[in-house]
């Protein structure tokens, strides 16, 4: 039996989980750089270990309210489209599912929720099943976003050059 390695994070009062093999850190919420007129859920952009990334306020996509907790985190999430930060709630735990308790859950053919692939469905808790990747791809903007992301870093590589 395939198990799945994830890490598990709050939004809200839901849980979710992306996984491992995506997350290249988890930060805290530190300075975030606002740039005007940019999407409400794209707080800025942060330099995490040098590299610059567009931050994404989850409960912003979710539930249209801002996260900002003591306890808010920027899990960094790694996919061919782009490196980015996504503000959660709460990072709670790295957690093996039993691909057995993840069910395929229909809400990928809604086109607002694409990103939810699994449910896993524990003992006493549901945990939402997120695609980084998908997420990153279906949120309106996003790509002009990626590309003026794109030309910065080029910028930035001419100049040390």
Not at 34 to 44: A, D, K, T, V
Not at 111 to 125: M, P
Request: hydrophobic share 40%.
């Amino acid at each position: 039996m395939e198990s799945v390695k994830t890490v598990v994070f709050a939004c809200g009062t839901e849980e979710y989980a992306v996984p491992v093999e995506q997350a290249i850190s988890i930060e805290k919420l530190e300075h975030v750089t606002p740039i005007p007129h940019l999407p409400n859920y794209l707080l800025g952009f942060t330099r995490i270990r040098g590299e610059l990334i567009p931050v994404l306020d989850f409960e912003r996509i979710l539930y249209n309210r801002s996260t900002t907790t003591p306890t808010s985190r920027i899990i960094v999430l790694n996919t061919d489209v782009v490196n980015y930060g996504l503000l959660v709630t709460d990072a709670r735990e790295i957690l093996d599912f039993d691909e057995s308790v993840l069910k395929q859950v229909g809400l990928v053919n809604y086109s607002k929720t694409r990103y939810f692939t699994a449910v896993a469905n524990l003992e006493n808790r549901m945990i939402t099943y997120v695609d980084p990747k998908v997420l990153v791809n279906s949120l309106e903007g996003i790509r002009e976003i990626i590309n003026y992301l794109h030309k910065m870093l080029e910028n930035e590589k001419n100049v040390e050059a």
